[in-house]
T-cell receptor, first 110, second 115 residues
Framework: SQKIEQNSEALNIQEGKTATLTCNYT??????LQWYRQDPGRGPVFLLLIRENEKEKRKERLKVTFDTTLKQSLFHITASQPADSATYLC?????????FGSGTKLNVKP | GAVVSQHPSWVICKSGTSVKIECRSL??????MFWYRQFPKQSLMLMATSNEGSKATYEQGVEKDKFLINHASLTLSTLTVTSAHPEDSSFYIC???????????FGPGTRLTVT
């Protein structure tokens, strides 16, 4: 069955630094992969989508890479701010559905 | 655009009763809606996928007789938790997609507590 792995340990970084989050998946080949932000007690908010034929996608301070050979996506936030503190979920798309990783909690300290 | 609402945002019910949660797409027509549940500090687990006018497709291990899903229109899907028990207490979130299957928009979630 599909397996999606995100670092379960919280990532603590200093304001202004670049945060890098990792998403690894096994046992399938998603055509798309999405990243979401989730704040406590709230539904996920869509951030970026990247297709399998795209190596990299950018949106403002966000950058996503998608390596279908390594079966990995990296999510970067540059010039991080305390307001970026949240849990970030990756969701590879397969068989008309998205399956979510467990998320990585990012803490940006001022 | 692409706003999804859920109602209620939280509900407390007694064991054995049924609870209905509504999911609405406010500014677009949702051909497909998804229902997820999330336990504390865990990921979203897909429960079922519903298409307007047809029966929902449930994920393995999800009891369809316990979690009744109705997708009556292109803007409304409901999840009814029947004969709720304390172990059904969770955060239930819906999402909706329109013309593009790979774009989905999430509701704010419903916190269900069964006492």
């Amino acid at each position: 069955s599909q397996k999606i792995e995100q670092n379960s340990e919280a990532l603590n970084i200093q304001e202004g630094k670049t945060a890098t989050l990792t998403c690894n998946y096994t046992n399938y080949s998603p055509a798309y992969l999405q990243w979401y932000r989730q704040d406590p007690g709230r539904g996920p908010v869509f951030l970026l989508l990247i297709r399998e034929n795209e190596k990299e996608k950018r949106k403002e301070r966000l950058k996503v890479t998608f390596d279908t050979t390594l079966k990995q996506s990296l999510f970067h936030i540059t010039a991080s701010q305390p307001a970026d503190s949240a849990t970030y979920l990756c969701a590879p798309y397969n068989f008309n559905k998205f399956y979510f990783g467990s998320g990585t909690k990012l803490n940006v300290k001022p | 655009g692409a706003v999804v609402s859920q109602h209620p945002s939280w509900v407390i019910c007694k064991s054995g009763t049924s609870v209905k949660i509504e999911c609405r797409s406010l500014d677009f027509q949702a051909t497909t809606m998804f229902w997820y549940r999330q336990f504390p500090k865990q990921s979203l687990m897909l429960m079922a996928t519903s298409n307007e006018g047809s029966k929902a497709t449930y994920e393995q291990g999800v009891e369809k007789d316990k979690f009744l899903i109705n997708h009556a229109s292109l803007t409304l899907s409901t999840l009814t938790v029947t004969s709720a028990h304390p172990e059904d207490s969770s955060f239930y979130i819906c999402s909706a997609s329109g013309t593009s299957d790979y774009e989905q928009y999430f509701g704010p979630g419903t916190r269900l507590t069964v006492t």
